[in-house]
């Protein structure tokens, strides 16, 4: 049977790259499959992994009807055979439905790929829709790290290198982001919660008031 499959993770820690492994795959067997990403790095239409990897998809946006899309798609001649979402975490909640109808009415297997929670720990509307309706919650295998070295399990809005917790939940923006942007940086859950971010910490110990530890 067709599934709705929700993988989701931590920001750099490889969604991306997975859902083109996914449909590289599939196409490779001769299956054909439409691609919906939303506010991509790489740009409008775009979906993108870190390691530099490209590929075209249908740029889903706030009024667009997922399922009556690909209908229509299909009713033109199209031929699709499954259906990859990126930045699902930014879909509508009834844009998730729309998956899921897709899954039970089109019989096709749909693979969103996500982050679960925003730079405030709070879930995004599309994520939690999945979780509530997807057949099968896939975590990501490859462990994105905090500063620290410890597993990352929360995502840091930061300007300057400093960690804000205001502001709306979605902000365009990317990991490793120059100095006065808006960036992000993964952090494990004490270091999010002591708003400690890698720039932080570098200033902390190179800070006077730090003392030298010394033995004996």
Excluded at 120 to 138: C, H, N, V, W, Y
Excluded at 164 to 182: K, L, W, Y
Aim: charged share 25%; net charge negative; with cysteine.
């Amino acid at each position: 049977m067709s599934e709705l499959v929700f993988f989701s993770g931590t920001m750099d820690c490889g969604k991306s790259t997975l859902a083109l492994q996914i449909g590289h795959n599939r196409s490779a067997r001769g299956l054909q499959g439409v691609i919906f990403t939303r506010d991509d790095r790489a740009g409008e239409g775009k979906l993108s992994s870190r390691l530099g990897l490209v590929t075209e998809a249908v740029e889903a946006t706030e009024d667009m009807d997922l399922y009556a899309y690909l209908v229509a798609q299909l009713s033109k001649g199209g031929k699709a055979d499954y259906v990859i979402v990126d930045e699902a975490q930014f879909l509508a909640p009834a844009q998730i439905d729309q998956l899921a109808r897709i899954v039970d009415d089109l019989d096709m297997d749909v693979f969103a790929f996500g982050i679960t929670t925003d730079f405030r720990t709070k879930l995004f509307p599309g994520s939690q829709r999945l979780i509530e309706l997807a057949d099968r919650l896939e975590q990501l295998q490859v462990e994105a790290l905090c500063w620290c070295g410890a597993r990352a399990t929360h995502n840091a809005r930061t300007i300057d290198g400093e960690m804000v917790v205001e502001g709306a939940q979605v902000v365009v923006g990317d990991v490793n982001r120059p100095a006065g942007e808006i960036g992000y940086e993964v952090l494990c859950r004490r270091h999010h919660r002591k708003r400690m971010t890698s720039a932080a910490a570098r200033a902390a110990a190179l800070s006077p008031d730090v003392l030298p530890v010394t033995s004996g």
